[in-house]
């Protein structure tokens, strides 16, 4: 009787092992070939809308991996940081609500920026549309898409892979910031300079969110509190006057937590 007992056991135990680790394989291979799916569809928007872009560690502009061009490369010098030079026209017959493309040097941020009728779509579809869990970079829906808000929210996932927004976690360490202090937007009609000023982990509740401020006293005791809670000291000015834009992702830390990192938008370049 006992050996039938502990028999039967053991096959339960065996159709349990193989479900769990059937149930694991199938996982990963999903997750997989997401990442997949999600990487022809990237080297598909840079084939077909990307005219020039810096090479970028850890994400090539090309399917092949080659770099773009050594002539492009070779022109960054005190002109400044190259930035990618995008033909909107294609971009938008890809997916017309795409809003701008976002750009951080030297990381695998370089990315199209996408504005939906809600902040949902975007976090299972990429930027053709297609459902995918990597989801693409989206400005809040609430946002003025021409930066006229007080503040103006992108969100992105972070994902293990270290694709989309993961970079933003490594704002922890002031030597990443050091190394990355600047990121660049580009819109149809401007080239904007998004100059970092704070970066920490907190909740999707609180002030990091806002949009509006109604009044200058309010506004500035808000940017107070973004450099008190930084994790990195920066050298810049920030008035009651100037846009700023918050990027968001997913943090770890504790649950729901999730990592902002706010910064001064100014317009370098207009009618590009």
Partial sequence: MKGSI???????????????AAFFAGKIYYTEKEYAERNAAYEEVVEQAVISVPE?????????????SQEVLETQSEEGPIVPEIDFAALKEINEEVVGWLYLPDTVINYPVVQGDDNSYYLRHL???????????????????????????????????GKMFASLVEYKEQ?????????YFLTEDAVYQIELFAGYTTTADTGAYMISLSTREEKI??????FHSSDFFADVTVSALDHIVTFSTCAYDFQDARYVVHGKLTLLEEGV
Avoid at 6 to 20: C, D, K, T, Y
Avoid at 133 to 154: E, I
Avoid at 221 to 226: C, G, I, R, S, T
């Fill in 6 to 20: 502990f028999r039967w056991a053991a096959i339960v135990m065996a159709i349990l092992s193989f479900g769990i």
């Fill in 56 to 68: 970028v560690p850890g994400e090539s502009p090309e399917p092949d991996g080659e770099a773009v």
């Fill in 127 to 161: 930027v053709d549309g297609n459902y995918n869990s990597n989801g693409c970079l989206f400005m809040d829906y609430k946002n003025q898409s021409d930066f006229t808000d007080d503040n103006t929210l992108v969100y992105g996932h972070h994902m293990n892979s």
């Fill in 175 to 183: 030597s990443f910031y050091d190394a990355h202090p600047v990121l």
């Fill in 221 to 226: 005791e808000w940017l107070k509190e973004m």
